[in-house]
T-cell receptor
Framework: NAGVTQTPKFRILKIGQSMTLQCTQDMNHNYMYWYRQDPGMGLKLIYYSVGAGITDKGEVPNGYNVSRSTTEDFPLRLELAAPSQTSVYFC???????????????FGSGTQLSVL | TQLLEQSPQFLSIQEGENLTVYCNSS?????LQWYRQEPGEGPVLLVT?????EVKKLKRLTFQFGDARKDSSLHITAAQPGDTGLYLC???????????FGPGTRLSVLP
């Protein structure tokens, strides 16, 4: 099992460029998430999805877009990259355990993005 | 907005020492999780606590959830270099998908 796979591992963008961060999971998890991690700031939720065709905004969605056409894939799109989007991006997935259960998040290994 | 604070921010100790790191909030959470993150990797779940006052042990790691479900601690006995990493706490409500992460404690265990 590969788990959650993110590509690319590293990327440098110029201001105003756009790109898509890819995320795929092979665990048949319904829920998927995109977080960004900045030094000393913890993980901030950008967008999440509870199933194919359903997405919702998290805490910091501005400047990003997502889509969820399949259970496996949850790409994150950056339009008009800005220096404030320099960060490490993590994709995660979880399987909803029911009303009284707490989900475990399974993370990818991250994408380190620099916008110059 | 619910916030989680963690202390200390950085901790460097010698192999064999004991340590405790803390996760605090002014808000109540229905559950709290601890993750460990190694350089270049994503966080990995260590434990989930759901009941106020709950204590869980995982080998040399002891996790406690505060009685009021606003805080948690992680105690490591006889730390080893393999314990080195970033320790993140994450709170959730409604047993659901809306996790709030703390900023983390970066632990370095020197041989």
């Amino acid at each position: 099992n590969a788990g959650v796979t993110q590509t690319p591992k590293f990327r440098i963008l110029k201001i105003g460029q756009s790109m898509t961060l890819q995320c795929t999971q092979d665990m048949n998890h319904n829920y998927m998430y995109w977080y960004r991690q900045d030094p000393g700031m913890g993980l901030k939720l950008i967008y999440y999805s509870v199933g194919a065709g359903i997405t919702d905004k998290g805490e910091v969605p501005n400047g990003y877009n997502v889509s969820r056409s399949t259970t496996e894939d949850f790409p994150l799109r950056l339009e008009l990259a800005a220096p404030s989007q320099t960060s490490v991006y993590f994709c995660a997935s979880s399987y909803p355990g029911g009303v009284q259960a707490v989900d475990e998040l399974f993370f990818g290994s991250g994408t380190q993005l620099s916008v110059l | 907005t619910q916030l989680l604070e963690q202390s200390p921010q950085f901790l460097s100790i010698q192999e064999g020492e004991n340590l405790t790191v803390y996760c605090n909030s002014s808000s109540v959470f229905s559950s709290l999780q601890w993750y460990r993150q190694e350089p270049g990797e994503g966080p990995v779940l260590l434990v989930t606590v759901v009941t106020g006052g709950e204590v869980k042990k995982l080998k040399r790691l002891t996790f406690q959830f505060g009685d009021a479900r606003k805080d948690s601690s992680l105690h490591i006995t006889a730390a080893q270099p393999g314990d080195t990493g970033l320790y993140l706490c994450a709170g959730a409500n409604n047993y659901g998908q809306n996790f709030v992460f703390g900023p983390g404690t970066r632990l370095s265990v020197l041989p």
